[in-house]
Protein backbone atom coordinates (compact mmCIF):
# COMPACT_ATOMS: atom_id res chain seq x y z
CA UNK A 1 0.00 0.00 0.00
CA UNK A 2 1.03 3.74 -0.89
CA UNK A 3 1.86 5.70 2.08
CA UNK A 4 0.79 9.36 2.47
CA UNK A 5 1.68 11.02 -0.61
CA UNK A 6 2.00 14.92 -1.16
CA UNK A 7 2.45 17.37 -3.83
CA UNK A 8 4.37 19.18 -4.62
CA UNK A 9 7.68 18.09 -3.25
CA UNK A 10 9.33 21.82 -3.45
CA UNK A 11 7.43 24.80 -4.41
CA UNK A 12 8.84 28.62 -4.56
CA UNK A 13 6.31 31.42 -4.27
CA UNK A 14 7.26 35.19 -3.52
CA UNK A 15 5.71 37.21 -0.63
CA UNK A 16 2.04 37.85 -0.94
CA UNK A 17 1.49 35.24 -3.11
CA UNK A 18 -0.99 32.34 -2.44
CA UNK A 19 -0.23 28.77 -2.54
CA UNK A 20 -2.11 25.33 -2.09
CA UNK A 21 -0.39 22.15 -1.03
CA UNK A 22 -1.85 18.74 -1.56
CA UNK A 23 -2.32 15.72 0.73
CA UNK A 24 -3.62 12.02 -0.04
CA UNK A 25 -3.85 9.87 2.99
CA UNK A 26 -3.55 6.42 3.36
CA UNK A 27 -5.91 4.10 1.59
CA UNK A 28 -9.01 3.72 4.21
CA UNK A 29 -7.55 6.32 6.36
CA UNK A 30 -10.38 9.04 7.32
CA UNK A 31 -8.32 11.50 9.33
CA UNK A 32 -5.52 14.07 7.89
CA UNK A 33 -3.78 17.03 10.00
CA UNK A 34 -1.33 19.61 9.08
CA UNK A 35 1.76 21.03 10.33
CA UNK A 36 4.75 23.06 9.42
CA UNK A 37 7.95 22.53 10.05
CA UNK A 38 10.22 25.64 10.50
CA UNK A 39 13.92 25.02 10.01
CA UNK A 40 15.35 23.19 13.22
CA UNK A 41 12.03 23.19 15.09
CA UNK A 42 9.59 20.49 15.68
CA UNK A 43 6.23 19.65 13.85
CA UNK A 44 3.77 22.55 14.61
CA UNK A 45 -0.01 21.41 14.49
CA UNK A 46 -2.43 23.67 11.75
CA UNK A 47 -5.10 21.57 11.03
CA UNK A 48 -7.12 18.35 11.89
CA UNK A 49 -9.95 16.97 9.70
CA UNK A 50 -11.97 13.76 10.36
CA UNK A 51 -14.34 12.72 8.13
CA UNK A 52 -14.13 15.86 6.14
CA UNK A 53 -14.95 18.30 9.06
CA UNK A 54 -12.59 20.42 10.37
CA UNK A 55 -11.83 18.83 14.19
CA UNK A 56 -9.01 20.94 15.24
CA UNK A 57 -6.74 24.15 15.10
CA UNK A 58 -3.55 25.07 15.88
CA UNK A 59 -2.64 28.59 16.40
CA UNK A 60 -1.89 30.05 13.14
CA UNK A 61 -3.63 32.88 11.47
CA UNK A 62 -6.70 32.96 9.14
CA UNK A 63 -4.30 33.36 5.74
CA UNK A 64 -4.42 29.44 6.23
CA UNK A 65 -7.25 27.58 5.63
CA UNK A 66 -7.81 23.94 4.70
CA UNK A 67 -10.24 20.92 3.47
CA UNK A 68 -10.74 17.94 3.16
CA UNK A 69 -12.62 15.58 0.21
CA UNK A 70 -14.96 12.58 -0.22
CA UNK A 71 -12.04 10.68 -1.22
CA UNK A 72 -9.92 11.81 2.28
CA UNK A 73 -7.52 13.63 0.32
CA UNK A 74 -7.17 17.41 1.91
CA UNK A 75 -5.90 20.78 0.63
CA UNK A 76 -3.89 23.19 2.61
CA UNK A 77 -4.50 26.73 1.14
CA UNK A 78 -2.02 29.90 2.49
CA UNK A 79 -2.59 32.98 1.51
CA UNK A 80 -0.71 36.11 1.11
CA UNK A 81 2.70 34.48 2.18
CA UNK A 82 4.73 35.76 3.96
CA UNK A 83 8.72 35.07 4.14
CA UNK A 84 8.31 33.66 7.70
CA UNK A 85 6.01 30.98 6.04
CA UNK A 86 8.95 29.39 4.33
CA UNK A 87 8.59 25.86 6.26
CA UNK A 88 8.10 22.00 5.48
CA UNK A 89 4.96 21.42 5.43
CA UNK A 90 3.86 18.01 6.67
CA UNK A 91 0.17 15.79 6.30
CA UNK A 92 -0.44 12.84 8.70
CA UNK A 93 -2.71 10.57 8.66
CA UNK A 94 -4.89 7.96 10.49
CA UNK A 95 -7.21 5.38 10.95
CA UNK A 96 -9.77 7.04 12.49
CA UNK A 97 -10.36 9.28 15.81
CA UNK A 98 -9.28 6.33 18.07
CA UNK A 99 -6.26 4.88 16.25
CA UNK A 100 -2.88 6.70 18.27
CA UNK A 101 -0.42 6.48 15.19
CA UNK A 102 0.22 8.81 12.83
CA UNK A 103 1.37 8.35 9.53
CA UNK A 104 3.32 11.03 7.82
CA UNK A 105 3.80 12.15 4.44
CA UNK A 106 7.63 13.25 3.21
CA UNK A 107 6.28 17.07 3.15
CA UNK A 108 6.24 20.10 1.19
CA UNK A 109 8.71 22.48 0.95
CA UNK A 110 7.38 26.16 0.52
CA UNK A 111 10.18 28.40 0.09
CA UNK A 112 8.75 32.15 -0.11
CA UNK A 113 11.24 34.74 -1.30
CA UNK B 1 -0.60 19.52 27.66
CA UNK B 2 2.60 18.26 29.38
CA UNK B 3 5.19 19.97 28.59
CA UNK B 4 8.57 17.73 27.89
CA UNK B 5 11.74 18.49 28.36
CA UNK B 6 14.78 16.10 26.50
CA UNK B 7 18.29 16.34 25.30
CA UNK B 8 18.97 18.56 22.37
CA UNK B 9 22.02 16.19 21.26
CA UNK B 10 23.58 12.80 22.41
CA UNK B 11 26.01 11.17 20.34
CA UNK B 12 27.16 7.29 19.88
CA UNK B 13 29.03 4.69 17.96
CA UNK B 14 27.67 2.07 16.13
CA UNK B 15 26.71 -1.08 18.45
CA UNK B 16 25.83 0.44 21.49
CA UNK B 17 22.71 0.84 23.37
CA UNK B 18 21.04 4.99 23.31
CA UNK B 19 19.11 5.82 25.78
CA UNK B 20 17.06 9.44 25.92
CA UNK B 21 15.44 9.92 28.47
CA UNK B 22 12.35 12.91 28.59
CA UNK B 23 11.12 14.46 31.60
CA UNK B 24 7.35 14.68 31.53
CA UNK B 25 6.47 16.27 35.02
CA UNK B 26 2.84 17.43 34.49
CA UNK B 27 1.77 14.63 32.72
CA UNK B 28 -1.97 13.59 32.87
CA UNK B 29 -3.59 10.37 34.15
CA UNK B 30 -5.13 9.70 30.24
CA UNK B 31 -1.50 10.63 28.68
CA UNK B 32 0.18 8.62 26.70
CA UNK B 33 3.97 8.43 25.98
CA UNK B 34 4.85 8.24 22.18
CA UNK B 35 8.13 8.79 20.28
CA UNK B 36 8.49 9.63 16.57
CA UNK B 37 11.76 9.62 14.50
CA UNK B 38 12.61 11.90 11.87
CA UNK B 39 15.21 12.08 9.03
CA UNK B 40 16.24 15.09 7.35
CA UNK B 41 13.29 15.91 4.83
CA UNK B 42 10.88 13.17 6.07
CA UNK B 43 8.43 12.97 7.78
CA UNK B 44 8.18 11.96 11.78
CA UNK B 45 8.21 8.26 12.00
CA UNK B 46 6.42 6.44 14.72
CA UNK B 47 8.52 4.61 16.93
CA UNK B 48 6.33 3.44 19.88
CA UNK B 49 3.99 4.35 22.45
CA UNK B 50 3.13 3.70 25.97
CA UNK B 51 1.32 4.32 29.10
CA UNK B 52 3.21 2.51 32.19
CA UNK B 53 6.28 0.17 33.16
CA UNK B 54 7.77 -1.25 29.64
CA UNK B 55 6.63 -1.73 26.06
CA UNK B 56 9.01 -3.14 23.38
CA UNK B 57 9.13 -3.95 19.92
CA UNK B 58 11.24 -4.84 17.09
CA UNK B 59 12.91 -1.21 16.63
CA UNK B 60 13.15 0.02 20.40
CA UNK B 61 11.79 -0.17 24.30
CA UNK B 62 10.18 2.42 26.11
CA UNK B 63 10.50 2.34 30.08
CA UNK B 64 8.27 4.18 32.44
CA UNK B 65 8.30 4.41 35.94
CA UNK B 66 5.78 4.17 38.03
CA UNK B 67 5.46 8.02 39.00
CA UNK B 68 5.24 8.44 34.78
CA UNK B 69 6.84 11.33 35.08
CA UNK B 70 9.62 10.83 32.77
CA UNK B 71 10.90 8.09 30.05
CA UNK B 72 13.59 6.66 28.66
CA UNK B 73 13.79 5.12 25.02
CA UNK B 74 15.88 2.61 24.59
CA UNK B 75 17.69 1.99 20.81
CA UNK B 76 19.64 -1.41 21.29
CA UNK B 77 23.25 -1.52 18.87
CA UNK B 78 22.78 1.31 17.39
CA UNK B 79 23.70 1.54 13.57
CA UNK B 80 24.76 5.10 11.59
CA UNK B 81 21.09 4.93 9.93
CA UNK B 82 19.75 5.69 13.50
CA UNK B 83 21.25 9.03 13.41
CA UNK B 84 17.93 11.03 13.28
CA UNK B 85 16.05 13.61 15.58
CA UNK B 86 13.63 11.61 17.96
CA UNK B 87 10.79 13.65 20.06
CA UNK B 88 9.15 12.64 22.58
CA UNK B 89 5.33 13.75 22.97
CA UNK B 90 2.53 13.56 25.68
CA UNK B 91 -1.11 13.67 25.11
CA UNK B 92 -3.85 11.43 24.82
CA UNK B 93 -3.13 8.50 22.90
CA UNK B 94 -6.58 7.48 21.57
CA UNK B 95 -9.12 10.59 21.93
CA UNK B 96 -9.68 12.92 19.19
CA UNK B 97 -6.76 15.14 20.21
CA UNK B 98 -4.33 13.09 18.97
CA UNK B 99 -4.84 14.36 15.38
CA UNK B 100 -2.85 17.16 17.02
CA UNK B 101 0.29 16.18 17.82
CA UNK B 102 3.33 18.10 20.34
CA UNK B 103 6.44 18.56 19.23
CA UNK B 104 9.23 20.03 21.19
CA UNK B 105 12.35 20.59 19.85
CA UNK B 106 13.38 16.68 19.93
CA UNK B 107 16.91 15.05 20.39
CA UNK B 108 19.35 14.89 17.89
CA UNK B 109 21.23 11.80 17.83
CA UNK B 110 24.36 11.08 16.05
CA UNK B 111 26.38 7.43 15.45
CA UNK B 112 29.57 7.82 14.25
CA UNK B 113 31.44 4.72 13.29
Known amino acids: DAGVTQSPTHLIKTRGQQVTLRCSPISGHKSVSWYQQVLGQGPQFIFQYYEKEERGRGNFPDRFSARQFPNYSSELNVNALLLGDSALYLC????????????FGPGTRLTVT | LAKTTQPISMDSYEGQEVNITCSHN???????ITWYQQFPSQGPRFIIQGYKTKVTNEVASLFIPADRKSSTLSLPRVSLSDTAVYYC??????????????FGRGTQLTVWP
Open chain 2, 26 to 32: NIATNDY
Open chain 1, 92 to 103: ASRSGQGAYEQY
Open chain 2, 89 to 102: LVGDGRGSTLGRLY
